[in-house]
């Protein structure tokens, strides 16, 4: 007997296909399976949330009321941390909704045969060049033409400005793509390996021998194992991200 083979990839799962074409004046307006799961991914967390804060929510919490409020919680006090209790009131609800989005993203994206849109680099690359364009316009309106100094660091020597302005903009421009490649890598790195363990393990499991079925039990431990690691990863990645988000927004705010 042949063994059983997975004929596909393990990066198939990645790939965007359209479902619904639509071409207007030359330009492609296609709905694609990555905007699908980008649509449900903001509806999802539109309904959970409405659903929850019904009415102002319930005098006595439910357990998804408590979960809700504990994240609040968690979101506000890293923002009031990285912002301060002036400003942060300000930005909380940007950085909550950023972050329920990556980690709704993230969460729907270990679904068996779903679709994780975080492992596209345009959405990621959407998200953290909108946020990095946000948070540039922020500072140059609080500071007009002085937030040009932010590209030159107090103290430095006038001889060595060209230069320090010149690193000073390539560091500035590179961290929307650092942002967002952290978040698309990290995301693309653990579904990869969560799809070629389990090929493996069917591979194992259509060998016509005991030894090999029984042995086909190893990769399907680790791939619960690395489940429960790549949980903690879609939650990492949505704190790492807005970490990053607020620490942008500190910069363009007090110039530093």
């Known amino acids: 007997m042949k063994p059983l083979l997975i004929p596909c990839s393990p990066l198939e799962q990645f ?17 694609s399976n990555s ?19 019904l009415n102002g929510g319930l005098m006595v919490p439910s ?17 009031h941390e990285q912002l301060g209790p002036v400003n942060a009131p300000k930005y909380v609800g940007l950085v909550f909704s950023v972050f329920l989005y990556v980690l709704t993203a993230n969460l729907l994206g270990l679904i068996p045969f779903s679709f994780a849109s975080t492992a ?21 309106l609080k ?9 030159l660091p107090s103290g430095a020597p006038i001889a060595l400005a060209p ?13 929307p793509i650092s942002l967002g490649v ?41 791939i619960v194992a690395i489940f429960g690691l790549e949980l903690a990863v879609s939650f990492l990645q949505a704190y790492v991200f807005v970490v990053l ?8 705010i007090e110039l530093h």
């Open 63 to 79: 357990k998804y009321q408590v979960t809700s409020e504990m994240l609040y919680d968690f979101v506000s006090s890293l923002v």
């Open 163 to 175: 230069l320090l302005v010149v690193i000073e903009l390539i560091s500035y421009v590179f961290r």
């Open 182 to 222: 952290r978040l698309f890598a990290n995301i693309t790195a653990g579904h990869s390996l969560l799809a070629i363990i389990a090929g493996f393990s069917w591979t194992m499991l259509g060998v016509n021998s005991l030894l090999f079925t029984l042995l086909a039990a190893l990769p399907a431990v680790v």
């Open 35 to 53: 905007a699908i799961y980008c649509l449900l991914t903001l509806g999802l967390i539109v309904a959970v949330w409405s659903v929850i804060s």
């Open 245 to 252: 988000l607020c620490i942008y927004l500190r910069d363009a």
């Open 120 to 140: 596209q680099l345009v959405v990621a690359f959407g998200l953290s060049f909108s946020l990095f364009i946000g948070v540039t316009l922020i500072g140059i």
């Open 143 to 151: 500071h007009k033409l002085h937030f040009l100094s932010f590209f």
């Open 15 to 31: 790939s965007v296909t359209t479902l619904i074409p639509f071409h207007f004046f030359g330009l492609d307006f296609s709905i």
